[in-house]
C-alpha cells in the first residue's frame, strides 16, 4: 500500500504562512481525489482541504481563501499552502485519498502562537 510521510510543520505567529508537503511512496496519479486532514487536541479529525486528479479544489470554509491544496502526481506530493495562519489552525495535519483509504502517516505538528 502507498505510505504518506507528511512534513513542513512548525511553530509559526498569527498571520504567518506555512506549506506542507504530503510525499506518497508511490504513484498518487491514480487517485482522485488527495485531501489535506486535521485533528487538533480533543478534537475529530476534520477534512480541510481536497484537490482531483483533474485540479478542482475545495475548501472547509475555516479556511477557505487562506489556504491552497496542489498537488505533482510528476512527484507523488501534495501540498498544502497556508496562509493567515491562526490560533485554532493549530493541529496535527495529515494528508490521505478522500474519503480516507489509506493508512495514516504521522503528520506533521502546526502550532500557531500570538
Known amino acids: 500500500q502507498v505510505q504518506l510521510v507528511e512534513s513542513g510543520g512548525g511553530l509559526v505567529q498569527a498571520g504567518g504562512s506555512l506549506r506542507l508537503s504530503c510525499a506518497a511512496s508511490?504513484?498518487?496519479?491514480?487517485?482522485?481525489?488527495m485531501g489535506w486532514y486535521r485533528q487538533a487536541p480533543g478534537k475529530q479529525r476534520e477534512l480541510v482541504a481536497t484537490?482531483?486528479?483533474?485540479?478542482?479544489?475545495k475548501y472547509a470554509d475555516s479556511v477557505k481563501g487562506r489556504f491552497s491544496i496542489s498537488r505533482d502526481n510528476a512527484k507523488n506530493t501534495v501540498y498544502l499552502r497556508m496562509n493567515s495562519l491562526k490560533l485554532e489552525d493549530t493541529a496535527v495535519y495529515y494528508c490521505?485519498?478522500?474519503?480516507?483509504?489509506?493508512?495514516w502517516g504521522q503528520g506533521t505538528q502546526v502550532t500557531v502562537s500570538s
Open positions: 490521505n485519498v478522500d474519503p480516507p483509504g489509506l493508512n
Open positions: 484537490i482531483t486528479v483533474g485540479t478542482r479544489t
Open positions: 508511490g504513484s498518487i496519479f491514480g487517485f482522485n481525489a
